[in-house]
């Protein structure tokens, strides 16, 4: 694997960011969010962690030692629990609104900056296989306009061993790319169907700040540590650009909702933000409502029944 190559924030540009993300469909920025504020949201983070038991006791959260036994993931109830209680913490929420990463969005979005509302956070325990993350394309996942962008964020300094996040460099010039389904939990790339120029990983660091286009290929690296690997991956794109409303509501049966994740918060200044902007929905609510009514399948139709009541 050939290391990244590595933009240092102070000199960045409109033009570096720019034609580093055409050639190579990433883009790694040293040393974009104070090390405070990403700090800040390992420490909540590994709060909830110890509280569930997934850490060791005798030693202190920050360093994210695995308890022997704890190993869980996606789709296990246990983890999904204490997913959700990291989901609603109001401080990972505001991660993606740091001013120094908008300032780094405004560069790559032509128009208005939208910072998708549902980040998602990664709890990769140590030595575990099947928790680790396939060769994907995030489009896949989102759908929308595939002019949007993720942002990657370790909580932690990661080194190679703690399994940081690696980039087919040059895949997203290659459109949209075959996914397994199959019975997979999670539909992937075959490593041997996976169009690019050449894997490219290493360290990231806390501060650092890992961008790659929605058709870029992008797969976990393993984590080989002792430690729990612990990032947040978030998404924006310009606000003028189509949007599947699945990224601003709960489209699962979980009965999770905007009021249950804002319960706890201390501010309401990033509660329901996107309603503030006007947004191209694609479905539109009027086509959830009737995909609600005309879906094959009785899942699907509550599921956007679901999504529509969710929308204002
Ligand atoms: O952090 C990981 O293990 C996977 C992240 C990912 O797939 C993403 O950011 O889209």
Redesign the pocket.
Known sequence: MQAFSAIESAHLTRETLRSQLAQDGYALIRQVLPKAAVRAVLSDVASVLYAAGWLESQADPLERIAKEGAACGDPDPAFKRTYQQVFNLEKLHALPHEPALRRVMDLLVDEQVLVHPKP?A?L?FPNCERLV?RP?Q?YEFMGGDPEFY?A?IALHDCPVEA?P?RILAGSHRFGIQYHEHGNLHVPEIPAERAAGDTWVGGQVNAGDVLIFHSLTV?A?SPNLSQKLRL?L?CRFQDATRVLNPSNLVFAGQSGKSWGKTYSGWQSDALQFYWKRLPLRLKPTKAELEALAQTAGQDAAREKYARMASQLA
């Open positions: 998602i990664r990769i993350v994907h995030d993720t990657w399994g996040l992008h976990a990032s991956d």
